[in-house]
């Protein structure tokens, strides 16, 4: 369910008042940088795999100190030997066994959604954070997959994250891109949030949202709209033609002075997914060749006048 009542395309400012509005200093454009963390354990995915694909070598996963899932060292490494930071955001969703009803045991789709996932309060999980956080890597929330629509369990969710960040968390991206234009950015705003990330597509890529940031309340929240996830580019099947697309991005972005913004799951760093982590190191790379400031959301937004009447008449810009 991504993006319900989704605003459609308005008409873009010029694209040199744009630059001046919303790209840092003299770049050509801005491309922003974001992790979902939704599953940073390949738990019972190992069995799963194994019987559709007959495929027993993914129950090695199962074994004592083996994780695929945790990548989190390749993308510091990507990203630390490019000078750059990105915005990981962190879940904390319900579980299927203690907190959905019993019913939802025989329902695939629940399985899906609340099996496998990890405790904000995991050890492992807290020292990623804060390791992270002393790094420069930007920490969010992750909105869990029905509080797109309450606001009483997004502010739940924001204070266990902030809870072992230390301090308050300012961006979110919701889970599965649940978005309900404007009522969930109400309810992020409303608990103190000063960013989303949510309105995009897990299927298409591109400007469709336009090549400005938005403010949906003429004020100092702000929405990103995401250009492209890993998973709506042909990488596995054609990474050429994928790297073909995510060059066109990068030179429409440069073109228009626009802000960009990619989804990369820690879960593609893995060994199994190779072709995901080199094509984002490229991506990276090209846009730093193209001029343009690479960074998390939260860092580029710190950049930004909210108090320029230009910004507030030109919500979707």
Not at 93 to 101: A, H, M, Y
Not at 163 to 170: F, P
Not at 271 to 287: C, H, K, Q, S
Request: aromatic share 12%.
């Amino acid at each position: 369910m991504a993006n319900r009542d989704c605003p459609s395309r308005r008409p873009e400012v010029d694209a040199d008042a744009r630059r001046a509005r919303q790209v840092p200093g003299d770049h050509d454009f801005a491309l922003c940088l974001t992790h979902d963390v939704d599953r940073p354990y390949k738990t019972y995915q190992a069995p799963y795999y194994a019987v559709t694909e007959r495929d027993p070598s993914h129950l090695a996963s199962l074994l004592p100190g083996r994780n695929p899932y945790w990548s989190f060292g390749r993308i510091k490494a990507i990203e630390s030997d490019l000078g750059v930071r990105s915005a990981f955001y962190f879940l904390d969703e319900q579980s299927l066994f203690t907190d959905r009803p019993r019913r939802e045991l025989l329902d695939p789709n629940a399985w899906m959604l609340y099996a496998g996932r990890y405790e904000i309060t995991d050890p492992q999980i807290v020292d990623l954070v804060r390791d992270l956080d002393a790094g420069g890597w930007e920490i969010g929330l992750h909105g869990s997959y029905e509080s797109y629509a309450d606001r009483d369990r997004l502010r739940a969710e924001k204070r266990a994250v902030e809870s072992v960040l230390g301090r308050e968390v300012r961006g979110i991206r919701q889970h599965h891109l649940n978005l309900q234009v404007p009522d969930t950015w109400a309810h992020q705003a409303a608990i103190g949030l000063s960013y989303d990330t949510s309105l995009g597509s897990s299927t298409d890529y591109g400007f469709q949202y336009g090549y400005g940031v938005r403010r949906p309340f003429d004020d100092a929240f702000v929405a990103f709209p995401l250009t492209a996830m890993e998973i709506a580019l042909p990488i596995e099947s054609d990474p050429e033609r994928a790297w073909d697309v995510c060059e066109s991005l990068l030179r429409e972005a440069r073109e228009n002075a626009a802000v960009m913004s990619v989804l990369w799951h820690p879960r593609f760093f893995c060994e199994d997914t190779p072709a995901y982590g080199p094509i984002y190191r490229r991506l990276i790379e090209r846009a730093l060749e193209l001029d343009a400031w690479v960074g998390p959301p939260g860092e580029l937004y710190d950049t930004l006048d909210h108090a320029d009447p230009l910004d507030h008449a030109s919500p979707s810009d």
